[in-house]
């Protein structure tokens, strides 16, 4: 459930008409709803209530320092996967104690900022990353709180760009090395063993996957505990999936909680979750204007004023965003295929996408952009990363703002002896 529908004809977030952020601001530009994220976050605690639980919010599905003070506030922590996602989860108050810091390739620069914050865990994803945060926390006479992200070998997630549990896929250790990993970490000076992690992959649409790689991942806790280790958390990733329109409709936060608790009750675990779709998905919308309508041979293009670079998903991942026009319309619809202006290709949104008759000028609305939209922007093709817009109630509030193309280069420079 979100918070965007039509008022008197007109698409709005909360109680503000998506037509007025567009003359306030100028599209293209992403609006999140605040009462959305909160929504979200509730929901997804209340159906943990009762279990120890750290929600540690996926800071790369949507990064904004204003997004994740309202997460904050909400209790969420941070999974954070580069020193700049540590800056920021740090910065907008989220408590050290709550933040988790995942991916493959943490450098010794990241792995020493996060030993200085305090962070509650590294999700070591192979041996000589292992290494490394051990040597590091030695220099610092520290020890790094760990846990080994270990790769179930589940096939899981729409599309093989955001597969990550199958023993081909570059994340988390193999299976079969788990148990000699745990007793390597043992004797380490600088690493604390703590839990065990599992993230299988990103909009998942059922249940079973994440059943079988927990219940895997219950065996070898059990396994590990035999060998002498001491596990006392679980992180399970994130992955839970949003409707997108199209496609299956994912499991409710509560079936998901069930299961966990099913699987995990017996092992007396804390758990982390790393949820970051599910939060900020549904949470955003990227409000676009149609720049041409342009009659092919075979087709109509509507050419809008966003493009991949502004909401990539679409060409990295074949991912279907609903689209609605700003002004609702009952004309008659046909199929439109909707395009953006940069030089590529893959610079669609959708093929043959049913939409009523629009002309240029008209404002549409890419739905369920709020997650992987803004924080995947580039400025490919010198086109500025668009604004980011907060909507509370009657409120609104511009957080990132779109910088003028001078301020784009103003890092650039040429060499001296080009003159
Ligand atoms: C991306 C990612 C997540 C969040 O995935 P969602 O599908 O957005 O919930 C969680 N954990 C890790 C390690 C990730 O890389």
Same mark, same amino acid.
């Given at each position: &459930?979100?918070? *965007? ?21 100028? $599209? ?5 709803? /605040? ?12 159906? *943990? ?32 996967v ?6 920021r ?16 390739g ?7 900022a +996060?030993?200085?914050a305090?962070?509650y !865990?590294f ?7 292992? /290494? ?27 599309h ?8 081909e ?9 788990a148990?000699?990993?745990?007793? @390597? +970490? ?7 063993? @703590? ?14 996957p ?11 806790i059990?396994?590990?505990r035999?060998?002498?280790? $001491? ?34 009750e017996?092992?007396?675990? !804390? ?53 609605w026009p ?27 996408r ?12 890419l &739905?369920?952009?709020?997650?992987y939209g ?7 093709n ?7 817009v ?21 890092? /650039?420079?040429?060499?001296d002896w080009?003159?």
């Amino acid at each position: &459930m979100h918070h *965007f529908q039509y008022l008197n004809g007109v698409l709005h977030a909360e109680d503000v008409s998506l037509a007025a952020i567009a003359d306030a601001v100028g $599209t293209p530009f992403y609006v999140y709803s /605040e009462a959305t994220l909160r929504r979200h976050m509730r929901v997804f605690r209340k159906a *943990f209530a009762g279990t120890d639980a750290l929600v540690a919010y996926s800071v790369k599905a949507n990064s904004n320092i204003a997004v994740l003070k309202i997460l904050a506030s909400e209790g969420a922590g941070a999974d954070v996967v580069s020193g700049g996602e540590l800056m920021r989860a740090l910065k907008a108050g989220i408590a050290p104690s709550k933040i988790v810091f995942s991916g493959v390739g943490k450098t010794r620069d990241e792995i020493e900022a +996060a030993l200085a914050a305090g962070i509650y !865990q590294f999700n070591v994803e192979s041996e000589p990353e292992l /290494e490394a945060i051990d040597a590091v926390a030695q220099t610092k006479n520290t020890r790094a709180p760990i846990a080994f992200r270990i790769n179930p070998d589940v096939a899981a997630g729409g599309h093989a760009k955001i597969s990550t549990g199958k023993s081909e896929d570059k994340f988390g250790v193999p299976w079969s090395r788990a148990r000699d990993l745990y007793k @390597k +970490a043992r004797d380490l000076e600088g690493v604390e063993v @703590k839990g065990v992690d599992v993230h299988i992959g990103s909009q998942i649409s059922e249940l079973a996957p994440f059943e079988a790689a927990f219940r895997k991942v219950a065996a070898l806790i059990a396994d590990l505990r035999s060998d002498g280790a $001491t596990i006392e958390r679980l992180d399970l990733g994130g992955g839970l999936g949003i409707p997108y329109g199209e496609g299956a409709t994912p499991p409710h936060p509560e079936a998901y909680a069930d299961m966990i608790k099913q699987v995990t009750e017996p092992l007396d675990l !804390q758990l982390i979750f790393e949820p970051g779709r599910m939060i900020a998905g549904n949470a955003g919308v990227l409000v676009a204007s149609v720049i041409y309508l342009k009659e092919g041979e075979a087709k109509k293009f509507l050419i809008i004023d966003a493009g991949m670079n502004d909401l990539i998903r679409p060409a990295l991942y074949d991912a279907w965003h609903d689209i609605w026009p700003v002004r609702e319309t009952a004309e008659p619809r046909e199929p439109f295929d909707v395009v953006g202006p940069v030089c590529e290709s893959s610079d669609r949104f959708a093929a043959a996408r049913a939409l009523p008759p629009l002309a240029a000028g008209d404002l549409v609305a890419l &739905m369920s952009a709020g997650a992987y939209g803004a924080s995947q922007t580039s400025q490919y093709n010198t086109r500025p990363l668009i604004p980011e817009v907060l909507v509370n109630g009657a409120r609104l509030a511009v957080i990132r703002n779109r910088p003028a193309h001078e301020d784009m280069i103003a890092n /650039e420079s040429a060499p001296d002896w080009l003159g």
